[in-house]
């Protein structure tokens, strides 16, 4: 007996109507921005070879990635992250192209979550990568860009949290330990466990480093945390990316933002490309992370082009669940005319709904033999009015009974 053919894989979903209709509007609004500051549509398959995204440093743990095998015997993914495959398009087809590359996308990412029951492992993302560009000025527009994403679609108040990769790692590789004890304090680091931090920190050898490191959890707030930070922190390479994040706060405070971004000298992404800043974005009575990114200045060399990047990624479903919960997107409304031929008919009567859609008019042809069939139907699809084609044309309006 099939036991799974009546429902979806676990991590996924059927939508349906307001679902649909709420998805296409958030979709929509990000291609849209996106277009209107300069950056073009990208596709990528949604099937990508599993050696690009385990090339010697795996970003994505292999558990975490759907597998499958070609023809050839060949071992596949389905497409995981968006960032790698637009790095691959860029270093192979778009070597020649003048620089900065601005590419936007919008297509399904899929991702293996065993342990986190309610997380989908199909999710829709809206995204943007500028590439050939680094600096200050590129990190700033990227970062007022998903501000202003969040802004677009009208889910309610957000925040965005700003780090930089290059102030933890500095730190971490401070402390003498191999590589598995140094990521073991990056996951707690990000996942601001203090208890697990201390216990682990108790074991390693004293030093002020890892004395600043059981703070840095707590380092998380406004300019505040910048100015609690820098008499403690005497490694140049972190001083010079606290350095950093004062200057882009600022620049983003002065395009007011500065109700909406908060610095947290903690945050660690999960994904190993990232080179500099870091960010993430919540929207109000959601604990999801709608957007995620940062810069990853060394991705595309792994393709033999040494190439600047910065981009993110906004969690279109997350954003639609937000919307629909507050009751924020009405449902799709019903045709003007449910069309009905008489026998005969059926030809003029398509003819007649091409010439409505035409003016702008929703309209529905009717399937069935007798007229009382397509007005049942129109009574409960809420159809305001029928309108009949036969040797002459009759509207029957359903809210008043009246023959038009």
Same mark, same amino acid.
């Given at each position: 007996?099939?036991?799974?053919?009546?429902?979806?894989?676990?991590?996924?979903? %059927?939508? &349906?109507?307001? =679902?649909?209709?709420?998805? *296409?509007?958030?979709? $929509?609004?990000? #291609?849209?921005?996106?277009?209107?500051?300069?950056?073009?549509?990208?596709?990528?398959?949604?099937?990508?070879?599993?050696?690009?995204?385990?090339?010697?440093?795996?970003?994505?743990?292999?558990?975490?990635?759907?597998?499958?095998?070609?023809?050839?015997?060949?071992?596949? +993914?389905?497409?995981?992250?968006?960032?790698?495959?637009?790095?691959?398009?860029?270093?192979? *087809?778009? *070597?020649?192209?003048?620089?900065?590359?601005?590419?936007?996308?919008?297509? !399904?990412?899929?991702?293996?979550?065993?342990?986190?029951?309610?997380?989908?492992?199909?999710?829709?993302?809206?995204?943007?990568?500028?590439?050939?560009?680094?600096?200050?000025?590129?990190?700033?527009?990227?970062?007022?860009?998903?501000?202003?994403?969040?802004?677009?679609?009208?889910?309610?108040?957000?925040?965005? =949290?700003?780090?930089?990769?290059?102030? +933890?790692?500095?730190?971490?590789?401070?402390?003498?330990?191999?590589?598995?004890? $140094?990521?073991?304090?990056?996951?707690?680091?990000?996942?601001?466990?203090?208890?697990?931090?201390?216990? &682990?920190?108790?074991?390693?050898?004293?030093?002020?480093? @890892?004395?600043?490191?059981?703070? &840095?959890?707590?380092?998380?707030?406004?300019?505040?945390?910048?100015?609690?930070?820098?008499?403690?922190?005497?490694?140049?390479?972190?001083?010079?990316?606290?350095?950093?994040?004062?200057?882009?706060?600022?620049? &983003?405070?002065?395009?007011?933002?500065?109700?909406?971004?908060?610095? !947290?000298?903690?945050?660690?992404?999960?994904?190993?490309?990232?080179?500099?800043?870091?960010?993430?974005?919540?929207?109000?009575?959601?604990? %999801?992370?709608?957007? #995620?990114?940062?810069?990853?200045?060394?991705?595309?060399?792994?393709?033999?082009?040494?190439?600047?990047?910065?981009?993110?990624?906004?969690?279109?479903?997350?954003?639609?669940?937000?919307?629909?919960?507050?009751?924020?997107?009405?449902?799709?409304?019903?045709?003007?005319?449910?069309?009905?031929?008489?026998?005969?008919?059926?030809?003029?009567?398509?003819?007649?709904?091409?010439?409505?859609?035409?003016?702008?008019?929703?309209?529905?042809?009717?399937?069935?033999? #007798?007229?009382? =069939?397509?007005? %049942?139907? @129109?009574?409960?699809?809420?159809?305001?009015?029928?309108?009949?084609?036969?040797?002459?044309?009759?509207?029957?309006?359903?809210?008043?009974?009246?023959?038009?």
């Amino acid at each position: 007996m099939r036991r799974n053919i009546r429902v979806t894989p676990d991590g996924t979903r %059927d939508l &349906l109507f307001e =679902e649909c209709n709420a998805r *296409r509007q958030v979709e $929509q609004k990000l #291609s849209r921005l996106f277009q209107l500051r300069g950056f073009s549509e990208a596709m990528t398959p949604g099937i990508e070879f599993y050696d690009l995204f385990d090339s010697g440093n795996p970003v994505i743990p292999a558990e975490k990635m759907y597998k499958m095998t070609d023809y050839k015997g060949r071992l596949l +993914v389905m497409r995981p992250d968006s960032t790698l495959p637009i790095a691959r398009l860029v270093a192979t *087809r778009l *070597r020649q192209a003048p620089l900065p590359i601005r590419l936007y996308y919008t297509q !399904d990412v899929f991702y293996q979550n065993h342990s986190l029951s309610g997380r989908n492992d199909q999710e829709f993302q809206a995204g943007v990568e500028l590439i050939g560009c680094k600096g200050d000025k590129s990190d700033i527009e990227v970062l007022a860009l998903a501000a202003e994403s969040l802004k677009i679609c009208n889910a309610g108040d957000f925040r965005l =949290e700003i780090g930089h990769v290059g102030f +933890v790692m500095s730190l971490v590789e401070e402390i003498d330990e191999n590589p598995d004890v $140094q990521d073991l304090i990056k996951l707690h680091i990000e996942n601001k466990n203090y208890a697990a931090l201390g216990s &682990l920190l108790d074991t390693l050898k004293p030093s002020s480093t @890892a004395q600043f490191l059981r703070n &840095l959890p707590r380092l998380f707030g406004g300019k505040e945390v910048l100015s609690a930070a820098a008499p403690l922190c005497t490694n140049p390479q972190a001083r010079e990316a606290l350095d950093y994040l004062n200057m882009v706060y600022g620049k &983003l405070c002065d395009l007011g933002l500065s109700n909406h971004v908060i610095i !947290d000298l903690g945050m660690v992404h999960k994904n190993e490309y990232y080179t500099g800043v870091i960010f993430r974005g919540f929207i109000e009575g959601s604990g %999801d992370v709608v957007i #995620s990114g940062g810069r990853y200045d060394t991705l595309l060399q792994r393709f033999g082009c040494d190439l600047p990047a910065t981009g993110f990624g906004v969690n279109v479903d997350s954003i639609t669940k937000i919307k629909l919960a507050r009751n924020e997107v009405k449902p799709p409304l019903p045709p003007e005319f449910l069309v009905h031929a008489e026998s005969g008919f059926e030809t003029e009567a398509l003819k007649r709904i091409e010439e409505l859609i035409q003016d702008g008019v929703c309209s529905e042809f009717s399937v069935f033999s #007798s007229l009382e =069939e397509a007005r %049942d139907y @129109a009574v409960k699809r809420k159809i305001p009015k029928i309108l009949i084609i036969s040797d002459t044309e009759k509207i029957i309006d359903l809210n008043s009974g009246e023959m038009l």
